[in-house]
Each structure stands twice: as C-alpha cells, then as structure tokens.
C-alpha cells in the first residue's frame, strides 16, 4: 500500500512562512501532487497542486500569491512553501497524491491517496 507522509508543520507568527514536504513511498502518482487543508469544525479544501506533465499548478483564491506547490516527480515528493501566513491558513494540512487523467485537479474526487496530515498554527 502507497503511503504518504507529510512533514514541516508547527506554530508560526501572523507573517511567517511554512515549509510542508510530502513523500510518497513509491512511484504511483504519475499523474499529479497536492495539498488540502481541514480547519476544525469544517470540511476539508482544496490548497494547491501540480501536475506532472506540463508542471501545471493550481491554487485556491485563498491561498494566490502566498502559497508556493513544487515537486520531483522522480524522488516522489511534493513541497508546498506558505508565506505571509495568516491565523486562517491553522489547519491540518494533507498531502494527496493521484493517477487519474484530469484536467485539472482541485478536487477531493481528482486524489485517489491521502496522508495522515500534518497540523499547522498561525498565532496572531
């Protein structure tokens, strides 16, 4: 079974920046990476992700212009960099990972993988 295992979160000041790693543990998600995150009390959104082919990226309204999605695809990893963090971005964040053929990826549905997820707070 694929795993996914998310790294980076913690607490950081209003204006900080966030650095998330994901690593999947084998080549499986030949298609696209991303990010979502849950905050509690409400459902889980989508943050971030890329496509392989092409490097496209896609991000929520929320997160343009401050968040970052990047990768390797060869080294099975994913990286999301969070600048001028904001006490909404707090949330679990999760790493998902997909082999569907879309056009783009901004859903739940669009993931077919997820990780354990990995909490971060932004105090203001």
């Known amino acids: 079974q694929v795993q996914l295992v998310e790294s980076g979160g913690g607490l950081v000041q209003a204006g900080g920046s966030l650095r998330l790693s994901c690593v999947a543990s084998r080549r499986t998600f030949n298609t696209a990476m991303g990010w979502f995150r849950q905050a509690p009390g409400k459902e889980r959104d989508f943050v971030a992700a890329?496509?392989?082919?092409?490097?496209?990226?896609y991000y929520a309204d929320s997160v343009k212009g401050r968040f970052t999605i990047s990768g390797d695809n060869a080294k099975n990893t994913v990286y999301l960099q969070m600048n001028s963090l904001k006490p909404e971005d707090t949330a679990v964040y999760y790493c998902a990972g997909s082999y569907y053929s879309r056009t783009y990826y901004r859903s739940e549905g669009d993931f077919t993988s997820w990780g354990q997820g990995t909490q971060v707070t932004v105090s203001s």
């Open positions: 890329i496509r392989w082919s092409g490097s496209s990226t």
